[in-house]
């Protein structure tokens, strides 16, 4: 552990030296060509404006180092036009179509003109007249009406006990609907009522597969509503014969 611990010592005090000797190294270099530019700005403007300078700045050869050098590379230019520009062009975008069209339009001026609506609606009903009001009451009640009456066909089957193939029918329509409704049954799948009423009976004879129809017509607005289904009247016979079977099959 003691070795370690040394060792962990010596390793980081190495680490600690290099790099102050790097950045020693790195002043000095910068010092030293700052010295040198320095001393030649110094050599060629001391005693003005030296034609060699001019040379250096008309000669074809020089020329672009010159013009390079007094535009700093055009560092500044090249910034403007990548970075600047392209980011306030977007800037300008992103104004235009998100905070005018999206927010201002939208968000602002749309929920004020939705507030304003809502405003001339509700002030057109809460206007302190009391017709308009009992008017108000009197459409509610009719559309409460309209929708209690309003009938939904369907019903329910079952065979009579005692017998083979007569069945009961009984149509699926109470409260309000029920009342003064003409309720009509088809099972020959004419279109014809073959008997009416909310409960009905039919011998359909055998058994088999029938579709019957219920069509309701309430007595007010005389709308109407029906609902056809399959009904199956077993044979008797071939149930006993399946379960005896079942039966011995178990045995």
């Known amino acids: 552990a003691q070795f370690a611990a040394s060792g962990g010592a010596t390793i980081a005090g190495e680490a600690h030296h290099l790099h102050d000797s790097q950045v020693l190294g790195l002043m000095g270099i910068a010092t030293v060509l700052g010295a040198i ?16 300078a001019v040379a250096f700045a008309e000669g074809e050869s020089t020329k672009l180092i010159y013009e390079a050098s007094k535009n700093k590379l055009w560092v500044d230019e090249a910034y403007e036009k990548i970075i600047v520009e392209p980011f306030r062009k ?11 069209i999206v927010i201002d339009t939208f968000f602002v001026g749309g929920s004020a003109a939705v507030v304003d609506v809502g405003g001339r609606v509700v002030r ?6 009391v017709q308009r009001y009992l008017v108000v009451v009197v ?16 019903f329910d089957y079952e065979i009579k006990e005692g017998t083979q193939a007569i069945v009961v029918l009984e149509a699926g329509v109470k409260g309000a609907a029920a009342k003064d409704a003409t309720i009509e049954w088809d099972w020959t799948g004419d279109g014809k009522a073959d008997a009416e009423g909310a409960k009905v009976e039919h011998d359909f004879a055998g058994p088999g597969r029938y579709k019957v ?11 109407s509503a029906e609902k056809t289904r399959v009904i199956v009247v077993e044979d008797p016979n071939e149930t006993d014969e399946g379960a005896e079977g079942a039966e011995e099959g178990g045995e």
């Open 213 to 223: 129809t219920v069509r309701i017509v309430d007595g007010v607005f005389s709308r």
């Open 37 to 52: 530019g320095s001393f030649v700005a110094f050599a060629m403007y001391r005693k003005g404006f030296p034609k060699r």
């Open 139 to 154: 459409v509610g009640a009719a559309a409460l009406f309209w929708a209690a009456t309003k009938p939904a066909a369907s």
């Open 124 to 129: 057109w009903f809460q206007n302190g007249q």
């Open 90 to 100: 977007t800037c300008r975008v992103l104004f235009e179509a998100a905070d005018r």
